[in-house]
Every structure is written in C-alpha cells, then in structure tokens.
C-alpha cells in the first residue's frame, strides 16, 4: 500500500539532543515506509526541543507503528498526535453565511420582517418566482441514505454524512452551487420518494447519492417523473459521465473508433448500468456487462431484475456467456466498477493489441495498475496516486451550475453525453498522453466547459417560465 493524504498525522515532540539526533529521527521514521512532509520547531531550549513532525502513512496501524518507533528512541517522547482528516472534520466541513448585510434596523427589516413579507406575497402569486428571489436559484439537495456509501457499503445516515458534507464543498468549491446535505433514516423506496417531493419546493436540483442498487434506479427514475426540477445520481451518471470522457480521449490515442471496439464492463449495478447506457449513447456496439455470474445475456434472462433484465437485452448482441476472465480475452476496453483484485497483468495481456483498461474499483482496483499497464496501452483508475484519475467531481458541479443557470427541468442522456464531451475537449490534441486522458480535478477549465456545453444542449428542453415583467417591487 502506498502512504496517503487521507492518513496525515501530525507528531508533538519533545527531543532531548545529547541522546537522540533530528537526522536519527528522520531516518527512523523513513525505515516505517512513511512519507515526512514536515518537520518544524516549535520550541528549543538548550539541547531540549519541542518539534511537530507531519507524516502521510498508509492507515492507522501505520500511524501507530510510526508512535512506537519514536517512543521507542532515547530522549524522544511523542507527547501527542493529531490525525490530520480527524481535525478537518471538526465541527463539519460547511456552514451557513448571509449574503445580505445587518447593520441596522433598516437592513433588518428589508432582510427580515416586516418587508420580507412583500417578497413572500409576490413568491405566493408566482410561485416560479422563488427562482428568482430565493436561494431555489442556486441550490441542490445532495440526498442519500447512506446504504452504499464509498467502498464501505450500508453504514447508516450518520456515518454518511461525512461524505454529503463532502460533496456540498466540491459543489461550491467546482462550481459555485450550494448544497445541502439531507441523509435520511430510512432504506423504504416509497418513505424516500415522498420525502424528497415534500423537500423539493426549497432547491433547485437533486442530487441522489450513495443509495444501493436496485432501489436507486426506480427512486431516480419516479423522481424525474414526479418533480420539475433536474434530478440527478451521480454515482449512476456522474461516473458514466468521466468514463466516457476519459473513453474518448482513450481511443484517440490508440486511433480506435467506439462502434468498432468490444468493450467489457466488471459490475452491473448502478455506476456500471450508466456506463453502459451512455456508452450506446455515444456509438458503441458491442459492450457485455458481467456480475458475479457471469455474462448478461438477452437469451439468458430468467428471474432477473427488471432493470438488469432491460442491460441484458441491450447489450452483448454475439450473445457471449461465461466469467469475466474468459470474456476479456481480445476486448479492447476494459471497465471496473466492481472489486478490487478479480484480474492479474496475464489477464490483461489476453486482451487485444492497444487495450485500454479502466479499474476503478476503490481503494482496490480490479487488477493492479502496475501489472495492467506491462501489457495495456492506457490504463486509469479511481484513485489519486496513479495517472488518469476518473473523478465524479469532473462533472457533477459544472453539470448542476448549468442546469441552474437553464432552468431546465429535467436532464436527459444527451446532456449528459454533451457533458462527457465537453470534459473530453479540455485536454487538446497536443497535450493527450497515455498518462493524461482526463483533466485534472483542479483544471479551472473543466466546470465552466461543463456549464457551457450543458446550457447549449438544454435549449430545446423545457424551462421554468420565470415572469420577467415587473418582478421587482410588484408588492
């Protein structure tokens, strides 16, 4: 395992010189495998020095080994150690700030009662008015009920909304939109739809997160029908959304077209199902999903769930059966959204000539970066410590800013194939590489080629007929 930014501890020490040296220090805790990132003076008195020592380690039992190890050097005492994530999620990572000043009773009175109440009249004659002088404009409800949350599955609503809040910063910090976490104490498909129709009326958007399959598929698809507001699971088409981005750039390299490649998808619940249906979106024609039993089939449907039984008729039109380690032979792209370790390098190297893999399963990929890349031309995972990361923050906060600023209703596949496209283009000819097929998750580029692309593709949709005239001061 490789050290992480997710496991950064911070060391007090208190360092008695004339026993121990800052250099035996050093390469003490180096021998541990972790990374140093710093190592500062707090305090020094004659030979007697106090020193904050910051280390990325692999995981906790890192952290505790690396404890040890100074403890267990003469004149060296870990007085303290901090966890660095630990201390970021301190009291939440987000909160509520005013945009408006209260500086006396005249701003009060305009913000609050009595004036709020002209606005309230208006917003009650023309209730689309709420888009407009409310914070509906700009704000998204991320919901979830915490029952597949990351790699750590069903850990319930509190342990959950660590993540939300999460998602809420990148929202505002990519593009711009506030969003509110809402985890609900309930797995009832019914009790979830209804609550997030009794919530809709103060946002603009939805945004379902971390909901298992296949309940996630039938929450999304009646919410759409049910509200008129854009909704959104991102775990479904966020992440179908980057892949077929990264997709594209991909097979530029390689000089393949997507209606001649075969393309093998690991995992066919919620992110693998969007995959799916995006990639016959852009072109593709020959794509076999596979689960834990093997290849879908169209002439193999008995007992499947609706939603599986429809993927199965859409795909694998040379009606392929079998494991995933018999079906990957001669592919041309792999794509994991399943588990980590199912394939090895001699798997890969099955696969045809200029192959294309994409392990996205965390923090364990499918088959191991390394050993993928000996044999396939381009590879990409989910995680940050490798090349071509596929990050759902590519897309989802420059997709709602223009979804928000369309005021549209609803999002179709082709705005998010629009979407995928427009991620793809950020990254010119000149700069694609093997190891640079997908944008960085800090290329300010990204979130406004997002938004402009989405507002382009929504014209023709219907909108929230917002009154123009008169809109200001009517009451």
Aim: net charge negative; with cysteine.
């Amino acid at each position: 395992m490789h050290t992480s930014p997710s496991y950064t501890a911070s060391y007090r020490l208190e360092v008695d010189e004339s026993q121990t040296s800052i250099a035996a220090i050093i390469d003490a805790v180096s021998e541990t495998g972790a990374e140093i990132k710093g190592l500062d003076v707090a305090d020094s008195d004659r030979g007697n020095m106090v020193l904050d020592l910051t280390c990325n380690m692999r995981d906790s039992a890192h952290r505790r080994q690396v404890r040890d190890v100074l403890d267990s050097l003469a004149g060296v005492t870990a007085s303290s150690v901090a966890d660095q994530t630990f201390l970021s999620h301190i009291g939440g990572k987000i909160e509520v700030a005013s945009k408006v000043p209260l500086r006396n009773r005249d701003d009060l009175s305009r913000a609050y009662t009595p004036g709020v109440a002209r606005v309230c009249t208006a917003i009650h004659d023309s209730p689309q008015k709420a888009h407009l002088l409310t914070m509906k404009a700009n704000s998204v409800a991320v919901v979830s009920d915490g029952t597949a949350v990351l790699g750590l599955g069903d850990i319930g609503p509190e342990a959950a909304l660590p993540v939300m809040e999460g998602k809420a910063v990148l929202f505002k910090e990519f593009g711009g939109v506030d969003a509110w976490p809402v985890v609900l104490d309930t797995k009832d498909t019914e009790e979830i739809i209804a609550i997030v129709k009794a919530i809709a009326p103060a946002y603009g958007g939805i945004n379902l997160e971390d909901i298992s399959a296949p309940r996630c598929f039938e929450i999304e698809e009646r919410l759409r029908a049910e509200l008129d507001i854009p909704v959104f699971h991102d775990d479904q088409h966020g992440t179908a959304i980057v892949v077929l981005a990264a997709l594209i750039n991909a097979l530029k390299l390689v000089n393949k077209k997507i209606e001649d490649v075969r393309i093998v998808v690991s995992g066919v619940g919620a992110a693998g199902n969007a995959i799916i249906r995006l990639l016959l979106a852009q072109g593709a024609k020959d794509i076999v999903g596979y689960g834990r039993t093997g290849a879908l089939a169209g002439d193999d449907t008995e007992g499947m769930h609706p939603s599986r039984k429809a993927l199965a008729e859409a795909t694998n039109p040379r009606l392929v059966h079998g494991s995933l380690k018999e079906g990957i032979e001669g592919a041309d792209v792999f794509i994991g959204v399943s588990q980590g370790n199912i394939l090895t390098g001699d798997d890969i190297a099955k696969m045809a000539p200029n192959a294309i893999v994409f392990a996205l399963a965390n923090p364990t990929p499918e088959v191991d970066p390394l050993a993928a890349g000996e044999h396939a031309a381009i590879v990409a995972t989910g995680r940050s410590d490798f090349p071509n990361q596929i990050n759902n923050v590519l897309a989802f906060p420059g997709l709602f800013r223009g979804l928000l600023d369309a005021k549209v209703k609803e999002i179709t596949t082709e705005v998010l194939r629009v979407a995928a496209n427009a991620i793809a283009e950020v990254i010119t000819e000149d700069e694609l590489s093997p190891s640079y097929i997908i944008p960085g998750v800090f290329d300010e580029r990204v979130s406004p080629s997002v938004s402009r692309a989405v507002r382009r593709a929504v014209r023709d949709l219907p909108t929230i007929d917002i009154p123009v005239q008169e809109h200001l001061g009517t009451r």
